[in-house]
């Protein structure tokens, strides 16, 4: 379906010319990246001509898909507004604004937890349904310069009368019509709630995966608890503390959605997280936001803006953070330079990470969101690195460190390691031993809620069709099928 506008879509013909993107050529795109969320759409040259030519705007998911689509032949992000499509959604806009500002801060986070559960209830798939494709990796060179220059807010008091204001302008958005709006007073208990609730979803995440419905449940949480103390009046002291527990929180929110897949999800909740982290004045919490951001980058194939974001988080936090939170830093840093292919800078950053390791200590005042970081986890991001740099002899070594130890906690990763063991097992010859570590690393993506996971099993077996006929390799696609053909 589709309406029409007072003339030709000028703007949308002159961005056409500028991405050299043809009528066909947008077409496809568009029905590729609506195939990728479950759409199927069948636009072709004609229905483009019609959207340039007679200024029809396609309806539903459509112009978000077209915005995404010439975003990403630009390598940049395009607004609705910049194609003559500004009328169809204002969601687009949704979660990338880093404002200096703390009230505006707040604003854009309760915003994007708003529309982000809204479009939850109504249609399944949130906003990000209609924004499928729509990351940009340019759109964090604004936070993390900002950041980088000033990783804490003055003040982020908020008194009765500011608070009253806020809250009852947040009513207003939502149709709340109540009556008498009293601000809330937030307290250190209020914090301590959401902190719990951080360290639960984190559990339940490593455990069961984003896609788990535990792990769903933070979006909840952030509109229900979150949002509302955001909004309420609290002192200078504990203001920091909410910030910091939301930010948590926010982080998690997008670290789900980008094991899910849903990457422009991730992106805006990664952006939200950041700006809360600096007016949390955490520096070290700031840094473990722009690591996850350098993972995404990295994983998206944008390896030169993830070692930017990786080198980011280390430069604000030298003589702040712990050995090992420094660690962390340092191997994500090395997994963007082997995702570059870059071997050299990969060895020394890997040679720090395991350094500062080294140096950690139990009564070390490391995080609480840095516990899933121990020597296994290093040697399962090591042994990634030098898959990426196709040196399977020390993939394996790496490899058999970090499956020596249980992982009932942390059985995502333990999926994923088994998938890297495999691949490993396959450049070095071992049909037999390949096969065998991708049977289990198949039986463990079963159990969980992983995109990320199911992809990796995916390029498993990819490396392993020059084998196809090898009854080992059809028995493993076989046991791979039902999790190849369900929803992630």
Known sequence: MSRELRGPNEKLGTVLALAGISNAGLARRVNDLGAQRGLTLRYDKTSVARWVS???????AAPHLIAAAIGAKLGRPVPLHEIGLADADPAPEVGLAFP???????????????LDLAGRRAGGGGIWQSLAGSFAVSAYATPASRWLITPADSSVARDAAVAEAAQG???????????????????HSDVAKLREA??????????????????????????????????????????????GATAELTRLAG?????????????????????LARA??????????????????????????GVDLAQAALERNRGLATARTMSFFRLVEARAHAKAGDAVAAGA???????????SRPGDADPSWLGFYSYDRFAADAAECYRDLKAPRQVRRFTEQALSRPTEEFVRSHGLRLVVSAVAELESGNLDAACAAGTRAVEVAGRISSARTTEYVRDLLHRLE?????????????RARPLLVSPA
């Open 280 to 305: 949390a004045a955490d520096v070290p919490l700031g840094g473990y936001v722009l690591a996850s951001m350098s993972l995404q980058a990295t994983y998206r194939g944008f390896a030169d803006e």
């Open 466 to 478: 020059p084998y196809g006929d090898e009854p080992r390799v059809a028995e493993l696609r076989e």
């Open 54 to 60: 007679k200024g029809m705007v396609p309806q539903g």
């Open 100 to 114: 200096r500002d703390v009230g505006e801060a707040v604003r854009s986070a309760t915003e994007l937890y708003r």
């Open 349 to 359: 950053a890997l040679k720090a990470a395991e350094g500062w390791l080294e140096r």
């Open 169 to 187: 302008a947040h009513s207003a958005l939502v149709g709340d019509t109540s009556g008498e709006i009293s601000p809330l007073r937030v307290g």
């Open 255 to 275: 670290w789900m959605a980008f094991d899910t897949g849903q990457q422009e999800a991730a992106q805006r909740y990664y952006i939200q997280a950041l700006r």
């Open 198 to 243: 951080a360290s639960d979803a984190r559990r339940w995440d490593s455990k069961y995966g984003g896609g788990d419905w535990r792990s769903s449940m933070v979006p909840e949480c952030l509109r229900v608890d979150a949002a509302p103390l955001l909004l309420g009046a609290y002192t200078d002291e504990v203001g920091r503390g909410l910030f």
